[in-house]
């Protein structure tokens, strides 16, 4: 298993508070990603990664913020967190983006969180 | 924008069954396809991918892909299964070399002993 290991495993919070979520990686892949996983929807990108200080958007975006600081660290915070935002995050992580390269995501063990 | 169709939501088999779990996107250019799956759980795991090349791809466990463009399908299968093979399966699709996954919803697959 790749090196992809995710901090907390479970949380629950209360509507309105903020929460970071952390993935950390020993891989030194370039790429990172965060992805939420509801029932009936299958996992939706929320920011990905693609360099140290260089993040994006991905199709949840609203309501969640990123940062990377360093190359083995992705921080997923939830600045005010809302009951919608219940789920469980997964992190991933790419060794590349370029086509034709090995290229398949590799995934940690998620984070079960709860809003109240 | 990038659309992935798993149309199997449930399935249940009985041990040595085949298998054959549908997958189609949106996407009209060259892409990168996956196979995933999560063991109760589990986090997700790769199954099998393709990049280019013989369009029948083999993966992990047994279980084997076709790739058909002009159906825009990449339908997974598995001669026979087994209890073990209990777990939820996602397509993904990849159309920019690896920055963003498109996922399917998922097929959740039970195995009866």
């Known amino acids: 298993d790749a090196g992809i290991t995710q901090s907390p495993r479970h949380k629950v919070t209360e509507t309105g508070t903020p929460v970071t979520l952390r993935c950390h990686q020993t891989e030194n892949h370039r790429y990172m990603y965060w992805y939420r996983q509801d029932p009936g929807h299958g996992l939706r990108l929320i920011h990905y990664?693609?360099?140290?200080?260089?993040?994006d958007k991905g199709e949840v975006s609203d309501g969640y913020s990123v940062s990377r600081s360093k190359t083995e660290d992705f921080l997923l915070t939830l600045e005010s967190a809302t009951s919608s935002q219940t789920s469980v995050y997964f992190c991933?992580?790419?060794?590349?983006?370029?086509?034709?390269?090995?290229?398949?995501?590799?995934f940690g063990p998620g984070t079960r969180l709860t809003v109240l | 924008a990038q659309s992935v169709s798993q149309h199997n939501h449930h399935v249940i088999l009985s041990e040595a069954a085949s298998l054959e779990l549908g997958c189609n996107y949106s996407?009209?250019?060259?892409?990168?396809l996956f196979w995933y799956v999560q063991y109760p759980g589990q986090h997700l795991q790769l199954l099998l991918k393709?990049?280019?090349?013989?369009?029948l791809v083999k993966g992990i466990k047994g279980f084997e892909a076709e790739f058909i463009k002009s159906k825009f399908s990449f339908n997974l299968r598995k001669p026979s299964v087994q209890w073990s093979d209990t777990a939820e399966y996602f397509c993904?699709?990849?159309?920019?070399?690896?920055?963003?996954?498109?996922f399917g919803t998922g097929t959740q697959l039970k195995v009866e002993l």
């Open positions: 990664s693609y360099g140290v200080k260089d993040t």
């Open positions: 393709y990049f280019s090349g013989d369009p």
């Open positions: 993904a699709v990849d159309t920019g070399g690896g920055n963003k996954l498109t």
């Open positions: 996407y009209g250019g060259t892409v990168n």
């Open positions: 991933a992580i790419s060794e590349s983006s370029h086509r034709g390269l090995r290229n398949e995501q590799f």
